[in-house]
């Protein structure tokens, strides 16, 4: 009898944890649900083979709507890089001239490079015009292209 009622209130314990954790399950994937756009390319049986950046321009080339917001979404990662190296650099040489602390340089290069591609990206974003894009479409788009050829192919 003891251990049918300390079973019984582990399964109502789990099922109350097991509630709670439905309940944030399904908060944060109504706040991520864009990363389903992917998952038709990601949860595959047999995995995409890569792609080369001539291919990426051949999407380009032939896609008059998504090419060019694909494009300037490449070209935002440049603008990521440069802001990611400025800010790893600054922080850390700021961090080792007051300091001489390895680990605290080693910490400020991190993230300094962190907020340095922020802070890039952010510019790319103005620069570029990318809010006006459907850039995630774009590459949802290229998926389906880069799919569809793969197909081709085989």
């Known amino acids: ?9 582990a399964s109502e314990q789990q099922s109350f944890f097991r509630k709670h954790w439905e309940g944030y399950k399904e908060f944060w994937g109504e706040r991520f649900s864009f990363l389903e756009n992917y998952t038709r390319f990601t949860k595959r049986e047999k995995p995409l083979p890569s792609w080369s950046p001539s291919d990426v321009d051949a999407f380009i080339a032939t896609d008059p709507v ?4 694909l494009k300037s979404a490449r070209e935002a990662v440049n603008f990521a890089l440069a802001g990611s190296l400025i800010g790893a650099v600054s922080t850390a040489g700021v961090a080792w ?3 001489r602390s390895l680990h605290g ?8 490079a962190v907020f340095g591609w922020t802070f890039g990206q952010e510019f790319a974003n103005h620069y570029l015009q990318l809010y006006r894009m459907d850039t995630l479409a774009a590459q949802s788009k290229f998926m389906e292209w880069w799919e569809a050829k793969c197909a081709e192919r085989s």
């Open 1 to 9: 009898m003891g251990e049918s009622s300390s079973s019984a209130s």
């Open 66 to 69: 998504h090419g060019p917001a």
């Open 97 to 99: 001239k007051y300091s």
């Open 105 to 112: 340089t080693g910490l400020s290069l991190a993230a300094g």
